[in-house]
């Protein structure tokens, strides 16, 4: 719909066009509009992220707040953790005519982050503790709050990479276990965002501009739940809301219009996991997850705009589509202190091919992780490379001690906690180090335009994602 206004005087007609000026400003207006999540895209928690984040049937401590709040209750120690990551960009886009625009669209900036957690269950070293709670930060170190917004344009952008979805973010969880077999976990995920409404008060002859915005947060539920039948075997299930976080703002002109200026700065759709993790020995985990994501919600990916309550310009629907991610891991117990893991996920482009008027650019992924663990604690039989709430097939062993190292028990039904066993409980290894190393391959994409005289005409892109990082963890 193409909207048309008519003005008495020259004066009035600068006086909107200030206005619309002035709300695109305050939009920090460029041609990135960045979505998505980075815990979405790369994972919390060194451990988790080296098994693929497959971790909706083995997550515990800190990072199950996010992947199952559930698991939770297998974290049966006070648990301390701090990790730092680093992700840089290495991403291709060459059009027909796009020109130092395809230079624009790669240069993502690289993202540095701090975590935190905590994680306890409210009988710390008791395993028939029925509660648990645990926390999770994520901070990027360069900005706690980005955000970068511009109308629809034929400008081409990775609009699910970059420093528009990089911010604040804080996990909380609580967990429930009403059986030995089942625990019920629920959390939120809270994002910092820029909320209120600018009203920016442009009248003939006025001398100032005057911009009210604040900043706040938005919320999601995270609601899991952990099927434990077997000491060696259990099944995860995970719901995350949606996280739509807007900002708008509103420019008011001298009785002529009342524009409003909305656009979405970051989408986290709907998600459903289910996962499966299974002792194959005593030493050798395998992990598996499936996760679907909801982007079909995702419709607007530009600044939409109204004056009067009429839209103006055009409203551009993104077109995404829902996708399936599978995950898969394994973690091996190479030596009695020391863990070696590897993981794989899929995930297919959510966006379509670029043929029309925008340049929304995405590519399928295959990402590959491998990571280490190494743990120590001050009592030598009590070593054991396996991480709080990690199961282990040598739990049907007689003594508590077998080979010189501790039995750690997932804390499934199926593991005896006979009193003989109950002093390995009693103690996990106080210090943990991993680390992980985790690549993206952008499977190479083309885009073939309707128009042959589109001003960036056909084009192909892909590249690759390269993140590190490592974590610390002390347990009480």
Same mark, same amino acid.
């Given at each position: 719909?193409? +909207? ?23 939009? &920090? ?7 998505? %999540? *980075? &815990? ?51 991403? *291709? ?16 900036? *690289?993202?540095?982050?701090? /975590? ?15 509660? !648990?709670?645990?926390?999770? $930060? ?17 400008? #081409? ?17 609580? !967990?429930?276990? #009403?059986? #030995? ?14 909320? =209120?409404?600018?009203? %920016? ?25 952990? $099927? ?99 995950? +898969? ?29 925008? %340049?929304?650019?995405?590519? *399928?992924?295959?990402?590959? /992780? ?14 054991? /490379? ?13 003594? #508590? ?61 892909? =590249? ?13």
């Amino acid at each position: 719909m193409v +909207v048309s206004f008519r003005f008495s005087a020259l004066g009035r007609s600068c006086s909107l066009a200030l206005a619309i000026l002035a709300g695109a400003f305050a939009l &920090l207006g460029t041609a990135r509009p960045a979505r998505g %999540n *980075d &815990l979405d895209l790369f994972g919390l928690g060194a451990r988790e992220i080296s098994l693929g984040g497959a971790m909706t049937a083995y997550s515990n401590e800190f990072a199950a707040t996010y992947y199952n709040p559930a698991g939770l209750m297998n974290g049966r120690h006070l648990a301390l953790s701090t990790g730092y990551s680093f992700a840089d960009y290495a991403l *291709d886009f060459d059009s027909q005519r796009g020109g130092t625009l395809d230079d624009d669209a790669t240069r993502i900036r *690289d993202l540095a982050g701090i /975590s935190f957690g905590l994680s306890t269950t409210l009988a710390p070293g008791d395993p028939d503790a029925k509660f !648990a709670v645990g926390f999770a $930060l994520f901070l990027p170190v360069k900005r706690a709050l980005d955000i970068s917004e511009s109308t629809a344009s034929e400008v #081409p952008e990775f609009v699910l990479y970059g420093g528009g979805r990089d911010r604040l973010a804080i996990y909380l969880g609580g !967990a429930f276990r #009403p059986f #030995p077999w089942l625990s019920i976990g629920a959390g939120a995920t809270l994002f910092a965002d820029s909320d =209120g409404e600018n009203v %920016n008060n442009i009248l003939v002859g006025a001398d100032r501009i005057e911009f009210e915005q604040d900043a706040s947060h938005d919320a999601a539920p995270v609601i899991g739940v952990l $099927l434990e039948p077997w000491e060696f075997l259990s099944f995860g299930v995970t719901y995350r809301g949606e996280l739509s976080t807007k900002i708008e703002f509103r420019s008011i002109t001298n009785d002529l219009a009342d524009i409003t200026f909305e656009s979405i700065t970051l989408f986290s759709p709907h998600q459903v996991a289910i996962g499966a993790a299974f002792d194959a020995t005593a030493r050798l985990t395998f992990v598996l997850d499936v996760t679907w994501y909801n982007w079909s919600a995702f419709k607007d990916a530009f600044i939409v705009a109204e004056a009067n309550g009429l839209l103006v310009g055009n409203r551009v629907d993104s077109g995404f589509d829902d996708i399936i991610v599978p995950r +898969v891991g394994v973690e091996f117990e190479a030596l009695p202190w020391l863990l070696l893991r590897f993981g794989y996920f899929y995930q297919p482009s959510p966006a379509p091919e670029q043929d029309g008027f925008t %340049n929304l650019i995405d590519n *399928d992924k295959h990402v590959l /992780s491998i990571g280490v663990g190494f743990q120590y604690d001050t009592d030598p039989l009590l070593r054991s /490379s396996r991480p709080a709430g990690v199961g282990t097939a040598e739990a049907t062993h007689d003594g #508590p001690h077998e080979n010189d190292r501790a039995i750690f028990p997932r804390g499934r039904s199926g593991v005896d906690f006979g009193p003989e066993r109950m002093p390995a409980l009693r103690k996990w290894p106080i210090l943990s180090l991993d680390m992980f190393f985790q690549y993206h391959f952008l499977a190479p994409r083309d885009h073939g335009k309707i128009d042959p005289a589109d001003p960036i005409g056909d084009s192909d892109s892909g =590249g690759s994602i390269l993140n590190f990082g490592l974590q610390l963890t002390l347990r009480f």
